[in-house]
């Protein structure tokens, strides 16, 4: 027999008080294993727009600096279109993209079809947009609503 052996026959009492020990460790590391993870994920779900939001700041800047110099109206006009730019160019950066319609064959995987018109065009061509869709690296965020030709049909 082995030393280890010996001393469980002799006190199995002990060697289950030993065992006991380690489960109970091994929960307890678990379990803050388990709420560090918890702690993280909610870090990452309340601050997880951080750099997004550092990014949009910059055009809430231009917004005040424009309604602050809104008396002059072809200067708040500018500001207003340099804001659009900013803004537009920030969503670029990010992965969101205008999705392509004016002229294009309804595809209802992006396009949402809401008017069909009496047009030259051929049918199914957009001859309108009424709201413009994007998609977020390649998923359709929001649908494109357009108006569409209906091939001259009346």
């Known amino acids: 027999m082995t030393e280890k052996t010996k001393k469980t026959k002799e006190n199995p009492e002990k060697q289950l008080q030993e065992y006991k020990d380690i489960l109970q460790r091994l929960q307890a590391e678990f379990e803050n294993y388990r709420k560090r993870t918890e702690k993280e994920r909610e870090d990452i779900i309340k ?6 939001i550092i990014k949009l700041l910059p055009i809430v800047d231009s917004f005040e600096l424009a309604l602050n110099n ?3 109206k072809d200067q708040f ?21 205008k999705i392509k319609v004016l002229g294009e ?3 209802p995987n992006i396009h949402e079809a809401l008017l069909q018109e009496h047009s030259d065009k051929p049918e199914g ?15 359709v965020i929001r649908f494109a609503k357009v108006k569409l030709s209906n091939g001259g049909k009346k």
């Open 70 to 72: 809104r008396k002059d």
């Open 125 to 139: 061509t957009i001859i309108e947009e009424l709201q413009s869709g994007y998609v977020l690296n390649n998923k």
């Open 105 to 107: 064959k309804f595809n």
């Open 77 to 97: 006009v500018k500001g207003i279109e340099l804001i659009y730019s900013q803004f537009t160019d920030t969503l670029e950066k990010e992965g969101v993209k």
């Open 47 to 52: 601050y997880g727009n951080q750099e997004l």
